[in-house]
């Protein structure tokens, strides 16, 4: 089944990012004089996340604008297409529940590292 996309709202992709395979190894004596490896991969992973996270919230503000404009397009009786204001209303209900638990994933992996340095 597809849904219709209305003109100028991106469809939601989400693509895996890959964490980083290269692992630091330590020096002769403890760490000291090991080069880290993971330094480059880090910043493109991070940078790759962080436009994922862009991607996502531009996409929820779109799809939260359109079921605005269809709501107030089907209350003032500009339009009478029910069921395309209950589809941008369901679009936009799971991208904000879909950001939301992203958010909270990311809160409780933040919260674990700080645990574990801790």
């Not at 996309?5 to 890959?18: A, C, E, H, Y």
């Not at 359109?66 to 936009?92: C, K, P, W, Y």
């Amino acid at each position: 089944m597809s849904l219709p996309i209305q003109p100028g709202v991106q469809p939601l992709q989400l693509t895996r990012v890959d964490a980083p395979t290269r692992v630091s190894r330590p020096g002769p004596v403890g760490g000291v004089g090991g080069a880290s490896q993971t330094e480059g991969p880090r910043e493109v992973a991070g940078s790759a996340f962080a436009e994922q996270l862009s991607e996502l919230m531009h996409t929820v503000d779109a799809t939260q604008k359109q079921a605005a404009v269809a709501t107030t397009n089907f209350n003032e009786g500009r339009s009478d297409d029910i069921h395309g204001t209950m589809l941008a209303l369901s679009r936009a209900n799971i991208t904000f529940r879909l950001a939301a638990s992203v958010r909270n994933r990311v809160l409780d992996a933040y919260r674990e590292v700080m645990r574990m340095g801790g």
